[in-house]
């Protein structure tokens, strides 16, 4: 089945490090990622949409200069939280679909300390 | 924006008990989507529903789409402690390429 690589699962950094998270995906061209912020006990909240080849489209409230996302290939893209501060804490989430966008698969996360 | 409204949010149950959960919206879904999640983990696909009416059993899971297209359940028989989890409903409005997620059905069962 459809399998979604996340990397790393956990950092803990300092405030005004940059962190990057990669999502893979295993054994389909994801045409379209996406990832998405969950605080404990909230459900999951999409913060952008990736597009292999073009820019992310963000959510409203989401700072694209604080979360800058690279979709460069088919199996990858990269969210990099950018001088990272301890509000940025959180579990970040990738998830994958194919040309055909139906279903979305997930990333096992990344939990995200900033101290 | 579009809401899924999730219920209940959390369910106590004894070991062996049925399970029902559902989702429903004030807007049309084109695909509903049902997922567990465990702690520290991503969601897991359990369930993808189609059509409107269409009735899909994985195991012990059975869910259905709804007639209006705007609701879906999720039913789990003769539950075992490996249920637990939290359970999220999502839907995909036809056209659009994200999900929109339920609250989460946090399920607790007693041995």
């Known amino acids: 089945g459809a399998v979604v690589s996340q990397h790393p699962s956990w950092v803990i950094c300092k405030s005004g490090t940059s962190v990057k998270i990669e999502c893979r995906s295993l054994d389909f061209q994801a045409t379209t990622m996406f990832w998405y912020r969950q605080f404990p006990k909230q459900s999951l909240m999409l913060m952008a949409t990736s597009n292999e080849g073009s820019k992310a489209t963000y959510e409203q409230g989401v700072e694209k200069d604080k979360f800058l996302i690279n979709h460069a290939s088919l199996t990858l893209s990269t969210l990099t939280v950018t001088s990272a501060h301890p509000e940025d804490s959180s579990f970040y989430i990738c998830?994958?679909?194919?040309?055909?966008?139906?279903?979305?698969?997930f990333g096992d996360g990344t939990r995200l300390s900033i101290l | 924006g579009q809401q899924l409204n999730q219920s209940p949010q959390s369910m106590f149950i004894q070991e062996g008990e049925d399970v029902s959960m559902n989702c429903t919206s004030s807007?049309?879904?084109?695909?509903w989507l049902w997922y567990k999640q465990e702690p520290g983990e991503g969601p897991v696909l359990l369930i993808a529903?189609?059509?409107?009416?269409e009735l899909t059993s994985n195991g012990r899971l059975t869910a259905q789409f709804g007639i209006t297209r705007k609701d879906s359940f999720l039913n789990i028989s003769a539950s075992i402690p490996s249920d637990v989890g939290i359970y999220f409903c999502?839907?995909?409005?036809?056209?659009?390429?994200?999900?929109?997620f339920g609250q989460g059905t946090r399920l607790t069962i007693n041995p």
């Open positions: 529903l189609y059509k409107a009416g």
């Open positions: 999502a839907g995909v409005i036809q056209g659009a390429q994200k999900l929109v």
């Open positions: 807007s049309i879904f084109n695909t």
């Open positions: 998830s994958a679909a194919d040309i055909n966008n139906q279903p979305q698969h």
